[in-house]
């Protein structure tokens, strides 16, 4: 069953995404989107009754390591990206809205 | 009209692992020096490799064996998506729809004194990275924030219990059980100031209307709950609130969205805050950086067996092994673990596990708290507090003189001297306080004082019993450490004579 993806859809992605679209972009994202999410939904027409729901790609499991510090980076360097930093903080626009 | 209080908790307590989760930077607590325990994989850095820490499983592990829950025999993490500026890469490793653990419960002692017990049940307990930190320019001067990120990627652990809990109080007493429980296992330091314990509530009312209906009120979350007094007070207040609220409004759950309130500590009030995106806009999906985790019966045995002793199971064996009141056996188990076996140990060597009791309920606790001291610090060690008591046992000093000799010994201790039992006996024959025995010695001693006294023993003789009060004082006094009940005795059938 072919689910139609809307502009409203895209609209909300891009603001979860922090994304800002003009109404071209949108356009063409509604189109472009709609066009992955319908070619990926040919899957649905495989059986899957029988099958093993999977998580990952990789046959993995239990990778671990042991808990032991290693140096960590010099604060210059873990700063380095920053656009912006102060007494060795990086510096944010002000958060006004508490989580 | 009545209602019910309806409280889910989810704490969230960092793991004491010495590295973080996915990377080898320190946990340590280091707010005086920010950003210096950072690496690629903590800051988010495009091509790092976040793998998991053993140790930090192994610990979620055995807490969510002590909390009673199913452990899934196949867990995987998954990537939480929310923008905030304390979280480096868009996204929180998280655990969505496999958790580790699911469905147990903890046993919470609600009455301590009565010994009554509430089961509350644990929904699940996930285990996922922590944020950084965020400090806000307090004089609103519209600067910019500051971020540390040396918590970024400490080991938490998020326990969600089901909404069992019914008042402010049986929430903090919730919370004690837990922290209790965690520090027990040694799996977290549940130290509130840094941060290594935190609380969220999901409060709502069900309001008991006329007809028998219980109508629910809009679920409200208290967020970032930092001390257990905080948990306590916010709550108070926004049972209050929302039953005001359903009184002027008569919304009922499902009306309006959830609603996420902070807590302002000095105003003491509740306040909105944003609405909480909703799980689906989290856009979760399974991490493809780490790979699912499977555990076999074999694993989670060896690990039952070094969960050591629960306190629920240490209070009940207090009770019933020592015969101690629930009051008692509560006071020393909540201590922790290190005072509880401080005074299994006392009880066990000086064979009275009632007077021990006495003296780690009242004289030690009571030191401690005044000299701010741990139980791990203070001077007086077992084997002297043995010997000291084993002396009142056998009738050596009165309890009197043993807590005169305990002052000295701390105070000496303190000063850093060290203590041994056969101080005690020092102490004792310097300041005369031994029991004496010696009938001969007790005899002249009252004779004399007898004669010395004849008005007193005028007054006795025509009825007046009181007077013989002031001779036990005079005997006393020459015989130091003479049982008062004793002389009491002799001094009667002398008088009676
Ligand atoms: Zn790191």
């Not at chain 2, 500051?146 to 007493?173: F, M």
């Not at chain 2, 009306?255 to 995106?277: H, I, L, N």
């Not at chain 2, 140990?345 to 004289?363: I, P, R, S």
Request: proline share 5%; glycine share 6%.
């Amino acid at each position: 069953m072919a689910t139609q993806l809307t502009r409203a859809d895209v609209q909300k992605v891009a603001l979860l995404g922090r994304l800002k679209l003009s109404d071209a972009e949108l356009e063409a994202y509604t189109q472009s989107l709609g066009n992955i999410i319908g070619y990926v939904e040919r899957l649905n027409e495989v059986n899957t009754d029988d099958v093993e729901p999977m998580v990952h790609a990789v046959e993995l499991s239990n990778v671990f390591r042991a808990d032991e510090v290693r140096p960590s980076l010099p604060r210059a360097d873990a700063l380095a990206n920053a656009p912006k930093s102060e007494r060795g903080f990086f510096l944010v626009p002000q958060i006004l809205d508490e989580r | 009209m009545s209602y019910t209080v309806i409280v889910g908790l989810e704490v969230h307590v960092q793991l004491l692992t010495k590295s973080k989760i996915f990377c080898g930077c320190s946990t340590e607590f280091n707010p005086d020096h920010p950003n210096v325990q950072t690496c690629p994989v903590c800051l988010g850095l495009p091509g790092s490799l976040p793998v998991m820490n053993r140790r930090a499983f192994e610990l979620s592990l055995k807490t969510a064996m002590s909390l009673n829950c199913q452990i899934a025999p196949f867990t995987k993490w998954d990537r939480k998506q929310y923008y905030y500026p304390d979280l480096p890469k868009g996204y929180q490793i998280s655990q969505y729809d496999l958790p580790f653990s699911l469905d147990g419960f903890l046993e919470v002692e609600v009455d301590p004194t009565e010994g009554t017990t509430r089961r509350v049940g644990i929904i699940r307990a996930h285990l996922e990275e922590d944020a950084g930190k965020n400090l806000h320019d307090e004089t609103g001067h519209g600067t910019d924030s500051q971020v540390d990120l040396n918590r970024a990627g400490t080991p938490l652990l998020e326990i969600v219990s089901q909404p069992d809990l019914r008042s402010a109080a049986e929430c903090k007493r919730y919370l004690e059980e837990l922290r209790l429980l965690l520090t027990y296992l040694g799996v977290s330091d549940c130290n509130m100031a840094e941060g290594s314990l935190r609380c969220d509530a999901n409060v709502n009312l069900h309001v008991h209307q006329p007809d028998g209906q219980d109508i629910p009120t809009p679920i409200v979350e208290i967020k970032n709950l930092n001390s257990f007094r905080n948990v306590e007070l916010s709550l108070e207040y926004e049972i209050k609130r929302q039953f005001e609220e359903w009184q002027k409004t008569g919304k009922r759950l499902g009306e309006v969205s959830k609603e996420t309130r902070g807590w302002d500590a000095a105003r003491g009030a509740t306040f909105a805050q944003r609405g909480k995106e909703e799980a689906s806009d989290y856009r979760y999906f399974p991490d493809p950086d780490l790979v699912p985790v499977t555990v076999t019966e074999e694993e989670l045995d060896r690990i039952r067996e070094s969960l050591g002793e629960f306190p629920a199971d240490r209070r009940k064996r207090f009770k019933e092994g020592y015969l101690l009141s629930n009051y008692d056996a509560a006071v020393i188990v909540d201590q922790g673990a290190e005072l509880a076996s401080y005074y299994e140990e006392v009880a066990l060597g000086c064979g009275d596990a009632k007077q021990a009791a006495n003296w780690v309920t009242q004289d030690i606790l009571r030191e401690m708290k005044e000299r701010n001291l741990t139980i791990g610090q203070f001077p007086i060690r077992q084997p002297v507090l043995i010997a000291l008591l084993g002396k009142i046992n056998t009738k050596a000093i009165t309890i009197k003189s043993a807590r005169e000799i305990f002052v000295d010994l701390l105070t000496e201790g303190l000063e850093g001297k060290p203590i041994e039992p056969s101080r005690i006996d020092e102490l004792v024959a310097s300041k005369g306080l031994a029991l004496v025995f010696d009938v001969v010695e007790l005899d002249a001693v009252i004779a004399k004082i007898v004669d010395k006294n004849p008005k007193a023993v005028a007054d006795f003789k025509s009825g007046k019993q009181a007077a013989v009060g002031a001779l036990i004082g005079q005997v006393m006094k020459e015989v130091k450490g003479a049982d008062p009940q004793r002389v009491r005795q002799m001094l009667v059938e002398k008088l009676s004579q």
